[in-house]
Each structure stands twice: as C-alpha cells, then as structure tokens.
C-alpha cells in the first residue's frame, strides 16, 4: 500500500524548472511557470490542481506532445535515467513516447480511432515500438486485453471502439499504454468520464499492473478522493506552478499551502454525520497571459501579506520531502502554521479576486 | 400534509423499433415535501436525468403519474401546458456550455423566461435580470455579454439564475456541479442552499457525487437501471447502507483521506451496468449483485418499507429480497 513513500526508490524521471508557453492570439500564456519533480519506480506521483493549472501540459511536454507552434518548452530539462528525454525523444535518439513512457487520457472514446478495431490499435504500438509482425502483435494484444481484465478478449479483439462501454474502453486504453512494457505510466484523468463503481474498478487494476510491473505511475487529476487512494507523492498546482509537494500523509494531514487547505475544506468528507460547512475558495485563477509578480495565489488566499503582492515564494522545506511556496513559512514570518485553518481571512487592499 | 410533488409509478420507455424498448425510468414512484431536498444518485445510465424530465413534463409520460399539489399533471404537455408551470418548475442543467445558447446576451438569456410568461415591461425585466446577476454573484453589467465569455463557474450561475429568476416553487438540478471545479462546486452548492433557504425551494438534486448529495439533501434516493431501489434520509442511506447495490455504490465512493483509503479493500462491484433494452422481469441488479437468490432472478422486488426494529427509520424504502 502507499503508506510510507520509499524515498530509496530509483528515480526515474527527473524534471527540473519546466517552463511552456503558448502563443495566441491574445498574446503568450505561461503554462508552466518553473516545474520540478521526480518520479521513483514503482510509486505514483499525483499532480493535482484545477483545470487551467496547467498539469497535462506539464506531462504532454516530457512526452513531446506539445504542438510547436504554438507551444515552446521554453526552459528547464527532463531526464528518464539520466538521458535528456524533451520532445519524446532520448539524446541517443531512441523514442521514449508509447514505449518507455505510457498514457492513457480522460476521454478513451476520443482517444481511439473509431475506424480500426481495438485490436488492430493496441497490435499497431507493439509493430511501431518493437518491429512485430501483425499476427504476433494481434496475439500480444488479445493478451493486453485479458491481462486488463477484458471478457472473451479475442472476441473484443475484433470489436470496433463504439462496441465497448467507456470503462472497457479505458481498460483498452491502458492495455495500448502498457503494451510496451513502459516503466512510467502517465494517466491523464482516467477516470473523470467514468461513474465512481468503475472508476474504482480501474483504480484497482492501475494498482495490480503498477505491482506486477513495478512501474511508476504520473496521475493528473483533480479529485482529492482520487488523490488520497492512488498516490504516494502529491504535487499541488496552481497557475503553472507547484504550490505545494510531499507524500500524501503531508498534504492531507500537515497541509503547509493556504490553497492545499482551501481545496480540502471545498470538499465534503465523510469522516462522520456532522455537517461542516463547505468553504468555497472565492475568485478564480490568475490570468497566464500575466502571471502575478508575487505569489500565484495572492488574490485568492485569506491569508495573504504585503510580501506575497510582489516577491515570488521560494519552496520552503516544512518537513523532510515536503515543500511549500508559500511565505508564511519564512523564519521572519510572524504568523504561526498551526493558524492556517481556523485564521479568519485579512483584509488586504487592492486585490482584484 | 401534502407533498408539493408526487410521482406515481412513473414510467418511461423509449421505442428502438423492431420491439426493442428502453426501459429509461420504470415504475418510479417518489414524492418530495415543501422545502425538501431530495438528492439522486446511481450510474449513468440509471435513468436520473430521464427521471427529471419526465417529472417536469420535458420528456412525455410512458405510465403513471405526476401530481403537483394535489393535481394531476398532463400525460404528454402542450405549449399551454408549458406556459402554466415553467412559472412553478425550472430546471437547472448540467453542462453550463450547452445549455446557454451562444448566440444570445446573457441578459436575453436570463430575462426570456419572464418576457415569455409574465406581462413584465422591457425596463422591468432587464432590473430584475440585474437584480439576479447579483444574487448569483455576477455583476448587472454582464447582461450585455455572451456566454464565451464567462468561465464555467460563471455559466452555472447564469443557469442557475434564468431557473431561478422565475421564482418557481420546485427546481429539478441536474448533476449541476459535476462540470466544474472542486472550489467552484462549493460555491454552486451553498449558493443554492442560500437560495433554497431565502426562497423557500424545493428540489430534486440529481449528482452521482455521492458525498456531495449526502452534504446537500434530505433525503437520497438511489436508481439502479430504471428503477428506484433504496429511498431515505441521507445519512442513514450513507452512512448505513442496506441495498447491496447502495452498499457497493457507497464503498466505491473515494474519500480525500489516505488513511481511509488504505483502509479500503478491493472493489467490491464487478461488471457495468447493463443495457436498459428489453429488460427481464427480476431484480435487475441480479446478475451484478453478490447477495443474489435464486428468487431475484424471477421475481422483481417492490420498493417497500424495511421494519425497523427500533423504529428509528420510519421512511427507509428498499427494493431487495433480503429485506
């Protein structure tokens, strides 16, 4: 189980400073603004945050799947074992993307070609990566779909993507990413198109074949219950950046960010029959066209300060493996952590939310 | 005391041709009090949005009947029909993107409703539309401005607005928060507790966010494949499950605790839900359900009142034969 993070673990993949822009019309959106991370083998990282904070850009840019122009990766590098992996492709020139690196996305029907059979789509990423013969990657395919937990896989082999269901579809999907035998798996919002029965279903088999295979896994999602159940390490993003990183025991029960606490109290738990209120966070996310020159969150947060308005946050270490940008935590900082949840929100002027 | 609406074995099929039928909504039969919450939960494809339509005459009736106050509404509504109760029932929709018509002003879209059923002036309803911008936390001057321009959170109140502007007495929301963010959804939510508080509504709550029906209504009825299988208040639905197919539901339902979470075992549900053609008569939860009886195969269960030993649970309705 997820318990302790075993901070032993191989890094796999090492991002450092991720910058991506897009040119648009209305000018450059900064999509990622300075992302770093590690992936360890056979853990699950879970990048977390609302739509628009820029999270599946952040894992299309490793796999190289940012459409150039308008996007640029305009700075920082990611490593897979040491070799510079930007735009899908190791230095050596070997293809990262589909073989050692595995996605699956939210909409499996959109994700499929409709006109080939779902067998035909998972034989066709073993005769590209790996050179099979059609028959031999058909047969590895029928395999992939039992191993996904498929009934009468030959017979689904030969069916078309509107004959499945979409949580057969996304089991389908997941056989296409693994069918290399990809050390990360990168799971954009599996499971956000799919009632909770099946969602748990495909949970349940990302966890086996994570196990089996030991393979890591990169989960963008916007659900904390997904988070809380998946998820050994824990990136919080907010407007391009991560406000807040550790495992997460810390970001769910040592939450360092007043957005990390925001996100928990907007959601009901169910811990028992009480009703706690729900606190919505008020506003909306920064423009990207213009980041704010302070930090990210500075118009939402209740407890923001003069020094948020214009100097950025470094990452604070609040812990071991448990950063926050956020400067309440800086030494001079008069204001306790242990405030953060019950202190009342400080009127501060000239703050358009 | 008279519930404000009544829903008696209501039906819905749809014809495929060749005698195939879709058994959307069969035999439901439901009624919600004066100022009541009812939350609805069950997979896509239970038939909860289906349910919501043809309570409100969207959708024409198969079988039974909808009683509002005490009279009994039309089988199939005409454009009369329409005309007298979009005064007393609106609907809220669940994708805040379609169902706000892109080629009108968000003040057109918020004020047809009263230039179409009330003798208001032009003047009156652009300050009400006004008026409820505000309500709903936007700002009177958007009324110039087209849905595009707003975020999703800001769409979902437009749509909650052009319900509400009405003033109706009974709202039917259709998995209202599903499309938007965690911080957004909270905000939608207490905004229509603020509203169902200040306006006195009555709603029936459609969402399969389990712990957000429980956080909103009263009481929660489940809906497995057409039909309605568990029925009471929230908590104790929740909380103490008693249909296999609820209890499954519930134990899929991801809490924001890792603790929890570990604690969890495996899915307990296997397979999907099946297709709603043709359906045979039977539990329809048989071939899903780990309970299963010889008997739940050949005789459909009624949706009936569980003795409660201690009397505690008066209302809690279950369609089961472990019960």
Same mark, same amino acid.
């Given at each position: 189980?997820?318990?302790?993070?075993?901070?032993?673990?191989?890094?796999?993949?090492?991002?450092?400073?991720?910058?991506?822009?897009?040119?648009?019309?209305?000018?450059?959106?900064?999509?990622?603004?300075?992302?770093?991370?590690?992936?360890?083998?056979?853990?699950?990282?879970?990048?977390?945050?609302?739509?628009?904070?820029?999270?599946?850009?952040?894992?299309?840019?490793?796999?190289?799947?940012?459409?150039?122009?308008?996007?640029?990766?305009?700075?920082?590098?990611?490593?897979?074992?040491?070799?510079?992996?930007?735009?899908?492709?190791?230095?050596?020139?070997?293809?990262?993307?589909?073989?050692?690196?595995?996605?699956?996305?939210?909409?499996?029907? &959109?994700?499929?070609?409709? &006109?080939?059979?779902?067998? +035909?789509?998972?034989?066709?990423?073993?005769?590209?990566?790996?050179?099979?013969?059609?028959?031999?990657?058909?047969?590895?395919?029928?395999?992939?779909?039992?191993?996904?937990?498929?009934?009468?896989?030959?017979?689904?082999?030969?069916?078309?993507?509107?004959?499945?269901?979409?949580?057969?579809?996304?089991?389908?999907?997941?056989?296409?990413?693994?069918?290399?035998?990809?050390?990360?798996?990168?799971?954009?919002?599996?499971?956000?198109?799919? +009632?909770?029965?099946?969602?748990?279903?495909?949970?349940?088999?990302?966890?086996?074949?994570?196990?089996?295979?030991?393979?890591?896994?990169?989960?963008?999602?916007?659900?904390?219950?997904?988070?809380?159940?998946?998820?050994?390490?824990?990136?919080?993003?907010?407007?391009?950046?991560?406000?807040?990183?550790?495992?997460?025991?810390?970001?769910?029960?040592?939450?360092?960010?007043?957005?990390?606490?925001?996100?928990?109290?907007?959601?009901?738990?169910?811990?028992?029959?009480?009703?706690? +209120?729900?606190?919505?966070?008020?506003?909306?996310?920064?423009?990207?066209?213009?980041?704010?020159?302070? !930090?990210?969150?500075?118009?939402?947060?209740?407890?923001?300060?003069?020094?948020?308005?214009?100097?950025?946050?470094?990452?604070?270490?609040?812990?071991?493996?448990?950063?926050?940008? !956020?400067?309440?935590?800086?030494?001079? !900082?008069?204001?306790?952590? +242990?405030?953060?949840?019950?202190?009342?929100?400080?009127?501060?002027?000239?703050?358009?939310? | 005391?008279?519930?404000?609406?009544?829903?008696?074995?209501?039906?819905?099929?749809?014809?495929?041709?060749?005698?195939?039928?879709?058994?959307?909504?069969?035999?439901?039969?439901?009624?919600?009090?004066?100022?009541?919450?009812?939350?609805?939960?069950?997979?896509?494809?239970?038939?909860?949005? %289906?349910?919501?339509? %043809?309570?409100?005459?969207?959708?024409?009736?198969?079988?039974?009947?909808?009683?509002?106050?005490?009279?009994?509404?039309?089988?199939?509504?005409?454009?009369?029909?329409?005309?007298?109760?979009?005064? %007393?029932?609106?609907?809220?929709?669940?994708?805040?993107?379609?169902?706000?018509?892109?080629?009108?002003?968000?003040?057109?879209?918020?004020?047809?409703?009263?230039?179409?059923? %009330?003798?208001?002036?032009?003047?009156?309803?652009?300050? *009400?539309?006004?008026?409820?911008?505000?309500?709903?936390?936007?700002?009177?001057?958007?009324?110039? *401005?087209?849905?595009?321009?707003?975020?999703? @959170?800001?769409?979902?109140?437009? @749509?909650?607005?052009?319900?509400?502007?009405?003033?109706?007495?009974?709202?039917?929301?259709?998995?209202?928060?599903?499309?938007?963010?965690?911080?957004?959804?909270?905000?939608?939510?207490?905004?229509?507790?603020?509203?169902?508080?200040?306006?006195?509504?009555?709603?029936?709550?459609?969402?399969?966010?389990?712990?957000?029906? *429980?956080?909103?209504?009263?009481?929660?009825?489940?809906?497995?494949?057409?039909?309605?299988?568990?029925? @009471?208040?929230?908590?104790? /639905?929740?909380?103490?499950?008693?249909?296999?197919?609820?209890?499954?539901?519930?134990?899929?339902?991801?809490?924001?605790?890792?603790?929890?979470?570990?604690?969890?075992?495996?899915?307990?549900?296997?397979?999907?839900?099946?297709?709603? /053609?043709?359906?045979?008569?039977?539990?329809?939860?048989?071939?899903?359900?780990?309970?299963?009886?010889? /008997?739940?195969?050949?005789?459909?269960?009624?949706?009936?009142?569980?003795?409660?030993?201690? @009397?505690?649970?008066?209302?809690?309705?279950?369609?089961?034969?472990?019960?």
């Amino acid at each position: 189980m997820n318990a302790v993070t075993d901070r032993f673990a191989p890094v796999l993949l090492d991002v450092q400073d991720l910058e991506v822009e897009f040119d648009t019309y209305g000018g450059t959106v900064h999509a990622v603004r300075g992302v770093s991370f590690e992936v360890h083998a056979g853990k699950t990282l879970a990048i977390v945050g609302e739509s628009g904070c820029g999270k599946s850009v952040t894992v299309q840019s490793i796999m190289g799947l940012i459409p150039s122009p308008p996007g640029r990766i305009v700075g920082g590098t990611a490593k897979l074992r040491g070799k510079e992996i930007i735009d899908g492709v190791t230095t050596d020139g070997e293809i990262v993307r589909g073989s050692q690196i595995g996605m699956i996305f939210q909409d499996p029907m &959109t994700s499929l070609n409709p &006109t080939m059979t779902i067998g +035909d789509q998972i034989a066709e990423t073993l005769q590209v990566h790996r050179g099979f013969s059609h028959s031999q990657a058909l047969r590895l395919a029928v395999e992939l779909l039992e191993m996904t937990r498929i009934n009468e896989p030959s017979r689904r082999a030969r069916q078309y993507p509107f004959e499945f269901s979409g949580g057969m579809l996304q089991r389908s999907m997941i056989a296409m990413a693994i069918a290399c035998g990809p050390s990360i798996l990168i799971a954009d919002e599996p499971t956000t198109a799919l +009632d909770v029965t099946i969602q748990s279903q495909i949970l349940d088999l990302l966890r086996d074949l994570q196990r089996e295979n030991n393979m890591a896994i990169i989960l963008i999602t916007h659900d904390l219950g997904v988070v809380a159940r998946m998820a050994d390490e824990v990136a919080v993003m907010y407007a391009g950046e991560f406000l807040e990183t550790g495992t997460a025991d810390d970001i769910f029960y040592s939450s360092a960010h007043p957005y990390t606490v925001g996100l928990r109290a907007a959601m009901p738990t169910n811990r028992d029959e009480s009703e706690q +209120d729900l606190m919505p966070i008020d506003g909306s996310p920064p423009d990207l066209f213009a980041p704010p020159p302070g !930090c990210a969150y500075f118009a939402r947060c209740p407890h923001a300060m003069e020094a948020c308005r214009n100097d950025p946050p470094p990452g604070f270490a609040v812990g071991s493996g448990h950063m926050t940008r !956020c400067w309440l935590h800086h030494a001079d !900082c008069s204001r306790r952590i +242990d405030d953060l949840h019950y202190a009342a929100a400080a009127p501060l002027e000239g703050r358009d939310a | 005391m008279t519930p404000l609406i009544e829903a008696e074995g209501l039906t819905k099929h749809f014809g495929l041709g060749r005698n195939q039928t879709v058994h959307a909504v069969d035999d439901v039969s439901l009624h919600i009090d004066q100022r009541e919450i009812v939350g609805l939960v069950g997979e896509s494809g239970s038939g909860k949005s %289906t349910f919501g339509k %043809t309570l409100l005459g969207l959708l024409d009736k198969t079988a039974g009947q909808v009683k509002y106050q005490g009279e009994t509404l039309p089988q199939s509504y005409g454009p009369g029909d329409f005309q007298r109760h979009a005064r %007393t029932m609106q609907m809220i929709f669940q994708d805040p993107y379609s169902s706000l018509n892109p080629r009108m002003t968000v003040g057109e879209i918020v004020g047809e409703g009263l230039r179409l059923h %009330t003798s208001l002036s032009g003047r009156e309803v652009r300050d *009400r539309v006004g008026d409820w911008l505000e309500r709903v936390g936007l700002n009177a001057a958007h009324m110039a *401005r087209y849905p595009h321009e707003f975020s999703g @959170g800001q769409r979902q109140r437009i @749509g909650i607005a052009r319900a509400l502007i009405m003033s109706p007495e009974f709202v039917v929301c259709d998995e209202p928060i599903s499309a938007l963010d965690v911080s957004v959804q909270a905000q939608v939510v207490n905004l229509l507790g603020e509203l169902k508080e200040s306006m006195g509504l009555t709603m029936l709550f459609i969402a399969h966010d389990l712990s957000m029906v *429980r956080y909103v209504s009263d009481r929660m009825a489940v809906m497995y494949l057409g039909s309605l299988i568990e029925l @009471g208040v929230s908590n104790n /639905v929740f909380f103490h499950p008693k249909h296999p197919y609820t209890q499954m539901l519930v134990g899929s339902n991801p809490e924001p605790d890792p603790a929890t979470e570990r604690g969890r075992g495996r899915t307990a549900i296997r397979g999907e839900i099946p297709s709603p /053609v043709n359906i045979q008569p039977g539990c329809r939860f048989a071939n899903r359900c780990p309970k299963v009886m010889d /008997v739940c195969r050949g005789t459909t269960p009624e949706l009936k009142s569980v003795a409660d030993p201690e @009397g505690k649970e008066p209302d809690r309705l279950i369609a089961c034969h472990l019960y």
